[in-house]
């Protein structure tokens, strides 16, 4: 053999050394998202509906409770939403209109995670301030709460997702989610 096919050789066993154990690594790591990707597309999907509580108190009575529910299921993007209210008409500059939102706005994703469920939760509740308002289309003044919220719910248990106090008066709103596994 000549000395050149003896450094020859002998480079290519140091690269083969040295890079063996990066190209194990790899294969390994191939064959992990393979078998992920084959283990999620065999796992059954599941469903869940996600009912909402939105409770308003004064001086710790209830006064008022509504309910919204949907469907989901994790890991769907886009995330879900119920939205329900009415688009009202605000003159921005001299003679330009704009529409505001104004009711209910709740958005929701998760996440199935061993017993209990991940959940994103943006809610917005929007009113106006005097109930006349509502027929007019000059400046309304709105009254506005906002709940963006990430926490852990057990199916079948309600879990407060976010309580807030209206600094203008003495009353509490509180969020309540229960999560049912639907399929």
Same mark, same amino acid.
């Given at each position: ?84 209210? +009415?688009? @009202?008409? &605000?003159? =921005? #500059? ?6 505001? $939102?104004?009711?209910? *706005? ?43 919220? +990430?926490? @852990?719910? &057990?199916? =079948? #248990? ?6 807030? $106090?209206?600094?203008? *008066? ?14």
């Amino acid at each position: 053999m000549s000395k050149k096919q003896i450094v020859w050789l002998t480079a290519v066993a140091i690269i083969f050394m040295w890079g063996a154990p990066f190209w194990g690594v790899r294969a390994l790591a191939q064959d992990a998202s393979v078998k992920t990707t084959s283990d999620e597309s065999s796992k059954p999907i599941s469903a869940f509906r996600l009912d909402f509580t939105l409770t308003e108190s004064e001086d710790g009575r209830k006064i008022n409770s509504r309910h919204y529910s949907m469907n989901l299921v994790p890991g769907y993007t886009p995330a879900n939403e119920i939205k329900i209210g +009415s688009r @009202v008409p &605000v003159e =921005g #500059k001299q003679g330009e209109m704009q529409y505001i $939102d104004v009711g209910t *706005s709740i958005w929701s994703r998760m996440t199935e995670r061993g017993d209990g469920v991940q959940l994103e939760v943006r809610a917005e509740i929007s009113n106006f301030a005097n109930p006349e308002q509502e027929t007019r289309s000059s400046m309304p003044l709105l009254r506005q709460l906002r709940i963006n919220a +990430s926490t @852990v719910a &057990v199916p =079948g #248990k309600p879990t407060v997702v976010g309580i807030v $106090d209206d600094p203008n *008066s003495k009353r509490q709103f509180e969020l309540e989610v229960t999560v049912t596994k639907i399929r």
